[in-house]
């Protein structure tokens, strides 16, 4: 089609849905068209400037059909423009209610950009924030899921993410629940997002629930899986069950690794149980995991609460004789992520 042409088609459908605009409103943005015509034959990149800018306007003038219309006027002719303007017109529309345009513009997104940045799954979780459409959510869920390219599980799981990440655990269960009911299953991704989204919120029975489905599917949890239980589980006092998932791990070839025991250690020996904290610490040194100085001073300051002064001062002398031989900064972090 030829290029002037292809602006008419655009001038068309913009006067279509600008009925809410004055007349010499309308002449004004019939008067930009053109001018993106004669910048996109004289000069791609001004075109594009000159595109981000009338978005922009249409987006603050509350046009926000015409803006999503440019939007794939320009993708439709490979005029590539920054996934911020798609993150502009999403938060208006989340704004105005408008959740038409706001399913369409993301899914327009996914399509043009493939690897959409986080903060694109960010505006849209925050948009339904003001927005009680759990209807037209699920449907959004469903569409993404019947997508060959992205991998519709991996935008899936950057959606959930992104919902439990501005505290909206509802509507990522929402669409954990409807995943589940479709061809796209959930994958281990899926369930670790989810189970470490519920811990967070203090569901931890809801998070062990998660879990042993997560089992049943057939699915084998990884280190990520056992540490994110750990870790909440931990926080909640729940160290009796911290033993059962720790062994868990074990028996399927899983190892803790320095932060695990370390965290497990501080928990054990600051409720108390200095034995368990110990057998965990000499299990750690069995495994030929070093142990780090904040391990040796968690178990000082434990004993030294508990007034066991000279088991103390005994550590302390080990881990002073350790120095040249103690886990460092790189080997302080949790693996896998």
């Known amino acids: ?12 459908n913009y006067k279509q849905v600008s009925t809410q605009i004055s007349p010499e409103d309308e002449e004004f943005r019939d008067e930009n068209w053109y001018q993106i015509l004669n910048a996109i034959e004289n000069a791609p990149m001004s075109a594009r400037e000159i595109c981000s800018s009338q978005i922009s306007n ?25 996934p911020n303007l798609y993150n502009t017109l999403m938060e208006v529309a989340g704004r105005r209610n408008d959740v038409e345009i706001l399913c369409q513009v993301f899914k327009d997104l996914i399509l043009y950009c493939k690897s959409l940045p986080s903060t694109s799954y960010l505006t ?3 948009a339904f924030s003001r927005i009680n459409e759990p209807l037209c959510l699920l449907q959004l869920t469903t569409e993404i899921s019947e997508l060959k390219y992205p991998s519709n599980t991996v935008v899936l799981n950057r959606l959930i993410s992104a919902f439990a990440e501005c505290g909206q655990s509802d509507k990522a269960l929402m669409i954990f629940y409807k995943i589940k009911s479709l061809k796209c299953e959930p994958d281990l991704v899926t369930y670790n997002t989810i189970m470490d989204m519920l811990g967070r919120a203090g569901q931890t029975d809801e998070m062990l629930n998660k879990f042993a ?15 994110t239980i750990l870790n909440h589980l931990r926080r909640k006092g729940r160290l009796d069950l911290c033993l059962v998932y720790l ?5 399927i070839g899983i190892q803790p690794d320095l932060l695990t025991y370390t965290a497990l250690i ?3 020996g600051q409720s108390g149980n200095i034995e368990e904290a110990f057998r965990l610490f000499n299990e750690m040194k069995t495994r030929q995991i070093r142990p780090s100085v904040y391990v040796y001073r968690s178990l000082v300051n434990c004993l030294k609460k508990m007034g066991k002064l000279e088991l103390a001062m005994t550590i302390l002398g080990e881990m002073n004789a350790s120095t040249g031989n103690l886990a460092g900064p790189k080997e302080f972090k949790w693996k896998g992520r």
């Not at 489905?213 to 540490?227: E, Q, R």
């Open 213 to 227: 489905s997560l089992k049943d599917a057939g699915i084998i949890p990884d280190f990520v899986s056992f540490n």
């Open 247 to 251: 062994k868990d791990m074990s028996a």
């Open 266 to 268: 501080s928990s054990f």
């Open 58 to 82: 249409l987006c603050e003038s509350g046009n926000l059909s015409a803006a999503a219309r440019l939007l794939q006027f320009l993708r439709e002719r490979n005029i590539f423009t920054a």
């Open 1 to 12: 089609m030829p290029l002037f042409a292809c602006i008419t088609e655009v001038l068309s």
């Open 124 to 126: 849209l979780a925050r």
